[in-house]
């Protein structure tokens, strides 16, 4: 992999693109986590929906290659099997701009696996665009006109980790229920990031391996996980799970971490800011407002110099952070 150049840029606004240049030698896509409705009818919420549209404009605005969403797909217990209606109610017509028809490269959170989690792996066949061939996979890119790749590690947190409470909120994973599915996994990883020859190389996943919020850090994840990231020169890590915006980096890691979890809703807490390292909380972004919906996303763009991570509302504020210089921040 490269040593990566970044650019983190946090715009809150409807239609307000963050940069302009040529499609040839750039990878552009989205990213969305915890964006799974509700369990009664509509299936849908304001938030999913409003997110849903500001996510389609952005899309057609960058020329979105694909979708990532990080896990929460169907609150609160997932689905019953693959031909559940959530998939239609919660997915296939909320997220229905022309732009968002690729492909989705989809992961299980908690949520997802308090149901039926193989229904969604199941589903893969059954949608145009809904991917996820396995719990855990992984999928290579070549950047357009520059001969240089960009390599997804898709893997499944709770696998790892465990589920969380179901009510118990600030209680962290329980462990893994297989411990044996867990190690297999673990070696598929390692064996995945050694192996790679990819330029650039993005893992993601449900469960934060830093977090500030109600969740915060998860244990497993900052034991076994970080250590390869680092290892293996990740460029990126993405995940959900606390239901914000941040941007995290440890001054001796060359790793990004980014928490995309605001797709149902944002929640202000900073319950564990005391335990991620010193000085390498970068941005967050939490909002809550009963009179109101928030909502957030992500894109990323990509060539074979830099690396671009755009947050975006579409509340009509905005934030840009460049090179440790915040400007026009959310207030």
Request: charged share 20%; glycine share 8%.
């Amino acid at each position: 992999m490269k040593s990566p150049v970044a650019v983190f840029l946090l715009v809150v606004a409807s239609g307000l693109p963050c940069w302009s240049r040529e499609r040839d030698g750039e990878i552009n896509f989205l990213v969305l986590g915890d964006w799974g409705g509700k369990p009664e009818s509509p299936y849908t919420t304001d938030t999913e929906r409003e997110v849903a549209d500001q996510m389609g404009t952005t899309a057609a605005e960058v020329g979105s290659l694909f979708t990532m969403a990080l896990g929460d797909n169907f609150y609160d217990l997932g689905v019953k099997d693959a031909s559940d209606p959530r998939f239609q109610n919660t997915f296939e017509n909320v997220f229905t701009a022309k732009a968002l028809q690729s492909r989705w490269y989809v992961v299980c959170g908690n949520h997802d696996h308090y149901g039926n989690a193989s229904a969604e792996v199941a589903y893969t066949k059954m949608s145009q665009r809904w991917y996820m061939p396995e719990f855990y996979y992984t999928e290579v890119f070549s950047i357009p006109g520059t001969g240089a790749n960009l390599q997804l590690v898709m893997i499944d947190t709770v696998l790892l980790a465990g589920l969380t409470h179901p009510v118990l909120r600030e209680l962290p994973p329980s462990g893994p229920a297989s411990l044996s599915r867990a190690e297999d996994q673990w070696q598929w990883i390692q064996e995945t990031l050694a192996s790679s020859t990819a330029d650039w190389i993005i893992v993601a996943g449900h469960y934060p391996v830093w977090s500030i919020a109600e969740h915060g850090p998860t244990s497993i994840l900052v034991e076994k996980l970080r250590p390869m990231l680092e290892k293996y020169n990740v460029s990126s890590y993405l995940c959900g799970h606390d239901h914000n915006l941040q941007h995290i980096r440890e001054s001796s890691s060359p790793v990004d971490y980014f928490v995309v979890g605001a797709g149902h809703l944002t929640d202000p807490s900073t319950a564990h800011e005391k335990d991620i390292p010193p000085d390498s909380l970068k941005f967050h972004y939490g909002v809550f407002d009963i009179s109101e919906s928030h909502g957030g996303f992500a894109t990323v763009g990509i060539t074979n110099k830099i690396m671009t991570t755009t947050f975006y509302d579409a509340k009509g504020k905005w934030c840009i952070y460049y090179d440790d210089i915040f400007t026009n921040c959310l207030s």
